[in-house]
């Protein structure tokens, strides 16, 4: 019998004998014995490529599962009939919009007694519904609540599987609707809602603790396909056949664009991802970035593999650790907190939320590196720098990633050390009883050092240049404090000495006790005299006076603002 012939058998028995079972099937008449073997019959032949054709129509498909619905036995039954259902659908003779929300309410039957094959198949029927058609997606999440599949999650491992896709669907959909109502809601939130959304971001943000948890397998040729998938979207390459050269060479192209890249390990980039956390995370991040944004994945990688190798910023370094970073601040595996209102409202406008989140905090770092002119050893300041930037701009509770990304923008490196500066200033610690009561104490030690320190200077003595009522001439005087602090000696210089000049050489002499005042600037007798105010505002911050009885006066024009400094504070004890 020729091979055609054979492929024949299946179909013409199908189309003979498919139909009257499915008839005889939902007859009442027929026993429960025949309509089980009938079924189990009927479930064996759908994943047969001749069959499909005749079993895969709408009608066959409704008479198949009439009966079981209306049984109500969720027993075997139901389950090779719902088995025989997706295998007719991956067929794809028959589209997935045929379906109404009736049919959902009914694939989708919450009873704690379900037996679990059922339970299974109705969570892959539901699956491929929001994969194959919008229109059932948009069903489906109004239909299944997140409440429902729960459960599931906490389950057997091929119920959490189909129920994780549907978690997902679901919680797409009730983030929109949350965008959509509440966050961009006029009206106030109250501490009961943000709350409940503060528990929502970080359930939703626990969904990535497997990824983060997860080591790379360095064995693994699919993970390994996403580095390669990397290394195509950044250098424009195809991957090389084993034919095209050596293997020497191939494998020296590869470590090239692997450092260009910024891997830790040139050789092997996977042992890169095998340090939890971040894990695989990190690898999903780069690589929805890769793919997502393309253009600005492109610049930054190409941007950095032409600088010095001091200077570049290491793009599979910097997303390694900015991913553990950014779970750090999100606190990914934490359990959520009773009293906690803190929610970020941008994180619910996009279904993407922390992979876009990744990609804005990315660019911003590579940002930083140029700014603050970085190396490679200057690498965990640059993060700390990245790490204060994102903390303070998320203090704002940006509404959208839009907005978090402006105020990044405002947050250059410059504007972070401006900040620091203000806040150690102001900083609250330095008014705190401790810090003032060990200030009282120590205050007068230091005050009394610095006393010392001055009267020491005095006692050195200082030449200035003599100042006459008419003009400045090119002479000198000397002046110093007596060695027990009681008089002042002063007289004139023909030049300028290269040290110290003995108080017993100087002529003049004023006791301390006779000055009644110190007073600088314009105040000075040799700064109102006529002419004098067309001096500089530099010789005015110079100028100084001690005055004594009446109307005498010495007068000083200091070298430097810093022989001032050291001279009035002590002059003015007197």
């Not at 008479?63 to 090779?80: M, Q």
């Not at 809601?185 to 990824?211: C, G, W």
């Not at 690898?283 to 190409?302: P, T």
Request: with cysteine; net charge neutral; hydrophobic share 40%.
């Amino acid at each position: 019998m020729s091979q055609t012939n054979c492929c024949m058998i299946p179909l013409i028995i199908s189309a003979i004998v498919i139909p009257l079972l499915l008839l005889l099937s939902n007859s009442l008449a027929f026993s429960a014995l025949l309509k089980d073997r009938s079924i189990r019959w009927i479930d064996s032949m759908s994943s047969c490529s001749s069959a499909a054709p005749v079993l895969d129509s709408s009608r066959s498909v409704k008479l198949r599962l009439s009966y079981s619905f209306s049984a109500g036995d969720f027993g075997d039954l139901l389950s090779f009939t719902l088995t025989a259902f997706v295998e007719l659908m991956d067929h794809g003779i028959v589209s997935w919009d045929t379906f109404s929300v009736a049919f959902i309410k009914k694939v989708y039957v919450c009873k704690s007694a379900m037996d679990t094959a059922v339970l299974q198949r109705s969570l892959a029927i539901l699956e491929s519904m929001v994969l194959n058609s919008q229109d059932l997606y948009q069903k489906v999440a109004q239909e299944i609540t997140i409440g429902q599949l729960i459960p599931h999650l906490q389950g057997k491992v091929i119920l959490y599987l189909h129920s994780s896709a549907m978690f997902s669907v679901c919680l797409k959909f009730y983030f929109s609707l949350v965008c959509q109502n509440v966050i961009r809601s006029n009206k106030p939130i109250n501490d009961e809602m943000a709350h409940q959304l503060y528990v929502l971001q970080v359930l939703t943000f626990n969904l990535l603790e497997d990824r983060m948890m997860t080591k790379m397998d360095p064995q693994d040729q699919a993970q390994r396909d996403i580095i390669f998938e990397l290394r195509r979207i950044a250098f424009d390459v195809e991957c090389e056949s084993n034919n095209s050269g050596s293997i020497e060479k191939r494998k020296s192209m590869y470590t090239r664009d692997y450092k260009k890249l910024g891997f830790i390990n040139h050789v092997n980039p996977a042992v890169d991802f095998t340090q939890i956390p971040p894990g695989m995370l990190a690898l999903d991040n780069m690589l929805y970035f890769a793919r997502h944004h393309q253009d600005a994945y492109i610049r930054i990688v190409l941007e950095n593999s032409s600088r010095e190798d001091k200077h570049e910023c290491p793009f599979g370094r910097s997303s390694i650790e900015l991913t553990k970073m950014l779970c750090e601040i999100l606190k990914v595996g934490e359990l959520p907190s009773e009293n906690c209102h803190d929610f970020h409202p941008m994180f619910f406008t996009h279904d993407r939320s922390f992979e876009e989140f990744f990609c804005i905090c990315i660019q911003l770092l590579n940002k930083t590196w140029k700014e603050m002119r970085a190396t490679s050893e200057d690498f965990n300041k640059v993060m700390q720098v990245v790490k204060e930037q994102i903390t303070r701009a998320l203090t704002i509770k940006p509404n959208s990633l839009d907005q978090f990304k402006s105020r990044l923008q405002n947050l250059s490196y410059t504007e972070i050390l401006k900040l620091r500066q203000s806040e150690r200033m102001n900083q609250e610690d330095f008014q705190s009883r401790p810090i003032l009561e060990l200030r009282e104490k120590i205050q007068p030690e230091i005050m009394e050092l610095i006393k010392q320190q001055r009267l020491n200077r005095l006692c050195e003595g200082t030449c200035f240049r003599k100042i006459s009522s008419r003009r400045r001439q090119d002479k000198f005087w000397y002046c110093r404090l007596s060695p027990n602090h009681k008089v002042l000696h002063y007289g004139d210089l023909e030049e300028s000495p290269q040290g110290e000049v003995p108080h017993d050489s100087l002529q003049d002499k004023l006791p301390v006790a006779d000055i009644k005042a110190v007073v600088t600037g314009k105040d000075c007798p040799h700064m109102k005299e006529k002419g004098a105010l067309k001096q500089n505002k530099e010789v005015l911050e110079l100028a100084f006076s001690v005055l004594y009885e009446s109307d005498e006066y010495l007068n000083f024009i200091a070298p430097d603002k810093h022989e001032v400094s050291k001279r009035h504070p002590l002059a003015t004890k007197w």
